[in-house]
């Protein structure tokens, strides 16, 4: 089972807001990604967590907030959004087995729409 | 040092023509290369990929060619049918663990009937 299952698929919120999109895999993976894509733009790398703890943080504001509860969970918690947030948000997971070649599994992502 | 540069932004193919998307960097870090698959509404998925070490790698209709000298890399997609219509991401990454993948900007391909 190759699959990164993300909740929930769609999700509008307003500028004051608090919401989460959550992530999910199975595979026994021990680094998981949040990325942001616009419409017709790569993936843009948020977050990396490496066992369970933050490696990366690509200069993202703070009302962007990670957790990473254990090994197979991964959540974005969102607080006070602007309407450019906007964007197709994508998790994904992969090995961390330091083999260099480590494929990454993407989820089916979350349309975030901030009103 | 960090981009990888895509090409085209867009394409169109017969059915049963070749698809060509080509993809250059500068970073010689960079020692992982994966084709990513994206249909609308959908997650990327993994193609193909290859590392420098090789200069050939095929699977099915696919077909990755590296160019280590000239660092650049490319996807073939042989008999293209309309079911490949969908966005090509070529990306390449730095091993050791958990990779950053840095994507190039996209191929938009329609595979026309």
């Known amino acids: 089972d190759t699959e990164v299952t993300q909740t929930p698929k769609h999700l509008v919120m307003g500028m004051t807001n608090k919401k989460s999109l959550k992530c999910e895999q199975h595979m026994g993976h021990r680094a998981m990604y949040w990325y942001k894509q616009k419409a017709k733009k790569p993936p843009e790398l948020m977050f990396v967590?490496?066992?369970?703890?933050?490696?990366i943080n690509e200069s993202v504001p703070s009302r962007f907030s990670p957790e990473c509860p254990n090994s197979s969970l991964l959540n974005l918690h969102l607080h006070a959004l602007q309407p450019e947030d906007s964007a197709l948000y994508l998790c994904?997971?992969?090995?961390?087995?330091?083999?260099?070649?480590?494929?990454?599994?993407f989820g089916p992502g979350t349309r975030l729409t901030v009103l | 040092q960090q981009q990888v540069k895509q090409s085209p932004q867009s394409l169109i193919v017969q059915k049963g023509g070749i698809s060509i998307i080509n993809c250059a960097y500068e970073?010689?870090?960079?020692?992982?290369f994966p084709w990513y698959q994206q249909f609308p509404g959908k997650g990327p998925a993994l193609l193909i990929a290859?590392?420098?070490?090789?200069s050939e790698k095929k699977e099915g209709r696919f077909t990755i060619s590296f160019n280590k000298s000239a660092k650049q890399f490319s996807l073939h997609i042989m008999d293209s049918q309309p079911g490949d219509s969908a966005t090509y991401f070529c990306a390449a990454s730095i091993g050791g663990g958990y990779n950053k993948l840095i994507f190039g900007a996209g191929t938009r391909l329609a595979v026309h009937p």
């Open positions: 290859i590392r420098p070490d090789v």
């Open positions: 970073n010689t870090a960079f020692d992982y």
């Open positions: 994904a997971s992969s090995r961390n087995s330091g083999g260099g070649t480590d494929t990454q599994y």
């Open positions: 967590y490496s066992y369970e703890k933050l490696s």
